[in-house]
């Protein structure tokens, strides 16, 4: 445990330093608040700025800076450095992921704050999100256990991050899409956030997200077989 | 103790490790000296459970390298050169991540620092240092928690000599605080100050073994006496009587300015064993 702890705590400090990776936790809930406080029009439905962005929030941020992170130390060596000095594998995914996971989740709950959520609609608002992030911190970590350095990270990351964000935002102006977008996590959550008056998940939509939590999961388990941490 | 018992390693069907045996003493410096892609990381990444190997074994304080567990692993200090740096963490910040890890307290910490001559830069990114503290910072990583065993691949590689001779000043104070180190070179004027014994590693295998010093006699085949004189003139004379006269005259006459011994560098004795230069 000392050694997750090691691992969150110099995240924290380099994350203060590193606005590649600070960029990604508060770009969407700059944009949210700052819309929501600057543009609104009348027939606009209620917490429409939070709804779209936060599909959009779990699905990049936790993808992006998780493989972004990982790859970086297996670039620079300081990965190979930590596990020789007796940090297991685990015990840094488990540093770096927690770290991400709070990150996330602060500025949800600020972002949803300031924008007037409350009540039992905001509790499982803040449930959804965080199981959200969850998985998207899962493939995150699979994407930086497979790239050997950042650029690599990067062309992975991208195509991913911007299927499972943009599929919900597309399939609601085209049919075909909206087929296919059904099965992923994504979708489900969009849709969850979306009900009228309530943010709930209905059987389908959480036997979809538990699918792809248990896909995501078995790809993790690949990538880490083959790959590893040691092996850069 | 470190031992190495008939290691054999190939990458891709190339042997690059062939029956490597050797063995490093408690409280000695032990030195793999041998030209780029001789083998010297490779061993060091064997020794360090790094590495898996096909043949042979390998043990680190008694213990086999494939039972390494994480509390021996932190009886280790190793520095190389793919070890990177956290560069956006200040001097002090690298060292901390660490300190974190194996329990040291800041005092500690501060204490490596002054130690490395890092004391003033403590505060510095990392990204903003000199390559010289950059490898005094490395250095300081694998002091921090005091371990019994160091390995250091290639340490003073790229340095000026200034620095170089600072982080052999720092080295050699570590052996005399008792701890086992596993140096890497390529550099004969490095190892043949440092190391106790040596091994000269050539396409992974060894080609011969022992004290600097001892090796440089072993391969002294023509024992010459080189002598220079105050009116500039240089002889070189062999060792028998008919020398021994003449230089005695020479010393007689108050005209002798040097007198050496030539024995063969550790550079000669390596090209004559490998036909191969060390700094390749």
Not at chain 2, 78 to 94: A, H, K, V, W
Request: hydrophobic fraction near 45%; aromatic fraction near 8%.
């Amino acid at each position: 445990m000392n050694e997750a702890r090691a691992v969150l705590k110099k995240q924290m400090i380099d994350t203060r330093k590193n606005k590649a990776v600070l960029i990604q936790f508060i770009l969407f809930p700059v944009m949210t608040i700052v819309m929501t406080l600057l543009v609104k029009m009348d027939d606009m439905p209620e917490f429409f700025y939070l709804k779209l962005f936060s599909v959009m929030y779990l699905a990049m941020a936790p993808i992006t800076s998780m493989s972004a992170i990982i790859s970086e130390e297996k670039e620079k060596g300081t990965l190979r450095a930590l596990m020789m000095s007796d940090v297991s594998g685990a015990a840094y995914l488990l540093g770096i992921g927690l770290y991400d996971f709070f990150c996330c989740m602060a500025c949800t709950v600020l972002m949803s704050r300031v924008c007037g959520l409350e009540g039992d609609v905001w509790r499982d608002y803040l449930w959804i999100m965080a199981m959200g992030f969850l998985i998207s911190i899962v493939l995150g970590s699979a994407i930086g256990v497979l790239s050997k350095n950042q650029m690599n990270a990067t062309s992975l990351s991208v195509p991913i991050m911007c299927v499972f964000s943009f599929l919900p935002m597309i399939a609601q102006f085209n049919s075909t899409v909206e087929k296919i977008a059904k099965f992923f996590f994504t979708e489900q959550i969009y849709l969850a956030l979306n009900r009228e008056k309530s943010v709930k998940m209905d059987i389908e939509g959480i036997s979809i997200v538990m699918a792809n939590a248990i896909l995501i999961l078995i790809f993790f388990i690949l990538a880490y077989r083959k790959e590893g941490l040691k092996k850069n | 103790m470190i031992q190495a018992m008939n290691i054999s390693k190939s990458f891709n069907g190339k042997k690059v490790l062939d029956k490597i045996t050797m063995e490093a003493r408690d409280g000695e410096i032990f030195g793999l000296l041998g030209p780029s892609g001789a083998g010297k990381t490779t061993l060091i990444r064997v020794l360090t459970g790094q590495l898996q190997f096909e043949e042979g074994d390998a043990f680190v304080m008694g213990k086999s390298v494939k039972e390494l567990k994480g509390k021996d692993k932190k009886q280790f200090g190793i520095m190389m050169d793919d070890f990177g740096l956290y560069d956006r963490l200040t001097c002090y910040q690298n060292l901390r991540v660490f300190a974190d890890v194996y329990g040291v307290n800041d005092e500690d910490i501060y204490e490596v620092l002054k130690e490395v001559r890092l004391e003033g830069a403590e505060k510095k990114e990392a990204s903003k240092l000199s390559k010289g503290m950059k490898e005094r910072l490395r250095l300081a990583r694998a002091f921090l928690h005091r371990p019994k065993v160091l390995f250091l691949d290639e340490p003073t590689s790229g340095l000026d000599p200034q620095t170089a001779n600072e982080i052999h000043d720092m080295i050699l104070k570590r052996k005399n605080d008792g701890c086992i180190i596993f140096l890497t070179t390529h550099n004969m004027h490095e190892a043949e100050k440092l190391c106790d014994r040596l091994v000269l590693l050539n396409d992974g295998h060894i080609v011969e073994e022992g004290a600097p010093q001892e090796l440089c006699l072993r391969y002294d085949h023509q024992k010459r006496i080189q002598v220079v004189m105050k009116d500039g003139r240089t002889r070189d004379y062999s060792f028998d009587e008919k020398s021994g006269e003449e230089i005695g005259r020479i010393i007689g006459s108050g005209n002798l300015l040097t007198i050496h011994s030539k024995e063969p560098t550790l550079e000669t004795v390596f090209m004559e064993l490998t036909g191969r230069r060390l700094e390749v």
